[in-house]
Each structure stands twice: as structure tokens, then as C-alpha cells.
């Protein structure tokens, strides 16, 4: 009877021990799990803030290039009434310089053949003492004139120069941001349906509309605006049909009369500051360092904004997590 306990008590020692490695793996296991999904949500994070990160430049690049363009088409103006003042002096010019000439026996072809291109014979005849007060002073004004439009020119070129690098700078900006979505997307195929659910970019649940907005006609119609374009295209620096985050927010501002600038973490500068918690419909919510990224609140806990080139434009639950920037009320 002794032996009998005694291996008995030995067997459920073995199986105490058994369950205990048991337990410990499947604890490891867990806690394992549990880094996997930290860690793939601080990349996603990572990926997310970098990408938008570029949109934003971008669009400060694209604020650079539209006023370089208004300067360019200005510069183009001025040089075109600047090059028909220098063409009326320039005539003013050789009509006195060759009747003067004439005046004293020197024909207009031995001028000529003495000087070159005209620019040098004018040249030759400032610096001479063959011509009157009135005509040295023409003279000067005609060389001040071509002086102006030579730095017109300049100024034309440089700006020219300015807006390809520029350019350039945001289709390199493009390429980064979508690396950021393609690298987020990879990163997302590698977890599991759960693990997808539990970091919000997968969902099981469809979202019901927004409730009817109380906070007044401005506010129903920004949601209402941001609402029909739920599914639509992203597209960088975009203001419609197909948007960026800021032109979105842009758009649908604009529709009730607010110029909003396209710029993100311009935008944060306008309206006053709102708590998470005391959100209305029509409100701007902010994402990122920066901030990077901005939607709109619609109401239930739901907001609209424009994502990326893979997501487009979308209608998801609120994300006040580390991300969250802040949010600004302006209706």
C-alpha cells in the first residue's frame, strides 16, 4: 500500500511539473504574442507618422510652387512692358544718334561699320563726346532699362530653376510616403486576422451613419460634405475631386464659406482648442507630429479623412491613442 502511494505521489509530482512547463510556455507564448503585437503596433505607428509626415511637406513644397508660379507669370508681365520700353528707347536712341552723326558729316553706314551690333555702337557713343546732354541722358535711361530687364531675366530663370528642383522634391516626397503605405501594408499581411482586428486596421464590424447633427446647419453641412466623398480617391495635394487629408478638410470648409490654408499643421492654428471628450460634428481632429495628418469628426464616435493612395478616403472610428495631436472647433 506504501509503494503504491509513494508512485502515485511520485506520477502526480511528473504531472505538476508537466503542467507547470505547460504553463509556462503557453505564458511565454503569450507574453510573446503580446510583444509581436506592441511591437507591430509601434511600427505601424512609426510607418503611419512618416508617411504623413511627407504629405505635409509636400503640400508646403506645393504653397512654395504656387506662389513661384504667380511670381514667374508676374516676372513674365513685367518683362513684356519692360522689353517694349527698352524697344521704344532703343529707337528713340538710333534716331538721334545717327541724325547728330549726319549733322556732322558722319554717315549713318560708317557708324555702323564702325560699331557692330547696336548695343556696342551705343556703347561707343555714351563714352564719346560727339553727342548732347539730351541724348547722353536718353543714352543712360536706355542702358538702365536693358540693366532691369537683364536682371528680369535673371529673376525669371532663378524662379524657373527654383520650381523644377522643387518639383523634383515632391515627386521624391511622393515616392517615400508611398513607400510608407506599401511597407505598412506588408507589415499588416504578416499578422494574423486577429491581430489585425486587435490594432484597428482590420474590421469586422460595419459602421452605422452618423447621428443627425445638433450643433447647427455649418456643421451638418461639413459632415454632410465629408460624408459623400467616403470612399472616394486620395490623391497628393489633391482639393477634389480626389483629396489629400488637408485638401479634404480644405474642401469642406470651403463649402460653408471658411478658406482653410493646405497645410495640416497650419490648419491646427485656426479655431479654438477641443478636448477629446467634447467633440461636436464638424470638428478638426489632428494626428502626428506636426501635426501630419488631419480629418473631420462627424459625430458617433466616427470621423472622415483622407488616408493614403491604397486606403483612399474613409469613415472610421475616432483614434484618440498616442497619435492623437489634438482638435480645434471652428463653426
Not at 556703347?123 to 541722358?137: E, G, H, L, Y
Not at 497628393?236 to 493646405?262: E, F, M, R, W
Request: with cysteine; charged share 15%; hydrophobic share 40%.
Amino acid at each position: 500500500m506504501e509503494v503504491a502511494m509513494s508512485r502515485l505521489n511520485r506520477w502526480a509530482a511528473v504531472l505538476a511539473s508537466v503542467l507547470l512547463i505547460v504553463a509556462l510556455a503557453w505564458t511565454g507564448q503569450s507574453h510573446a504574442r503580446a510583444d509581436q503585437l506592441s511591437d507591430a503596433k509601434a511600427q505601424l505607428a512609426a510607418l503611419q507618422e512618416e508617411a504623413s509626415q511627407a504629405e505635409e511637406q509636400y503640400n508646403q513644397i506645393q504653397a512654395n510652387l504656387d506662389a513661384a508660379s504667380a511670381r514667374l507669370e508676374q516676372i513674365g508681365a513685367d518683362i513684356a512692358a519692360q522689353q517694349d520700353k527698352v524697344g521704344v528707347l532703343r529707337e528713340q536712341v538710333a534716331i538721334l544718334t545717327l541724325q547728330q552723326f549726319q549733322d556732322r558729316g558722319i554717315t549713318s553706314t560708317t557708324t555702323l561699320l564702325a560699331g557692330g551690333d547696336q548695343d556696342q555702337v551705343i556703347q561707343r557713343i555714351v563714352v564719346s563726346s560727339m553727342v548732347t546732354d539730351t541724348t547722353t541722358a536718353l543714352l543712360q535711361n536706355y542702358q538702365l532699362g536693358q540693366a532691369a530687364l537683364d536682371d528680369l531675366l535673371t529673376s525669371q530663370q532663378t524662379t524657373v530653376d527654383s520650381i523644377t528642383a522643387d518639383k523634383a522634391k515632391q515627386q521624391e516626397l511622393k515616392d517615400q510616403a508611398n513607400q510608407k503605405v506599401k511597407d505598412t501594408q506588408t507589415l499588416i499581411n504578416r499578422l494574423t486576422a486577429a491581430q489585425q482586428v486587435a490594432l484597428g486596421v482590420r474590421s469586422t464590424v460595419s459602421y452605422s451613419p452618423p447621428p443627425p447633427v445638433q450643433n447647427g446647419p455649418a456643421a451638418q453641412q461639413v459632415v454632410d460634405f465629408a460624408m459623400a466623398q467616403v470612399g472616394g480617391a486620395y490623391a497628393y495635394g489633391g482639393v477634389g475631386p480626389a483629396y489629400d487629408c488637408s485638401g479634404l478638410t480644405l474642401a469642406a470648409y470651403a463649402s460653408v464659406g471658411i478658406k482653410l490654408p493646405h497645410s495640416a499643421s497650419t490648419q491646427f492654428n485656426y479655431g479654438v482648442p477641443v478636448a477629446a471628450s467634447d467633440l461636436q460634428p464638424g470638428d478638426l481632429v489632428f494626428y502626428y507630429s506636426g501635426p501630419g495628418h488631419v480629418g473631420i469628426y462627424v459625430g458617433g464616435g466616427m470621423i472622415v479623412d483622407a488616408r493614403n493612395e491604397s486606403l483612399g478616403i474613409v469613415y472610421r472610428p475616432l483614434d484618440t491613442g498616442s497619435s492623437f495631436t489634438g482638435a480645434r472647433r471652428l463653426l
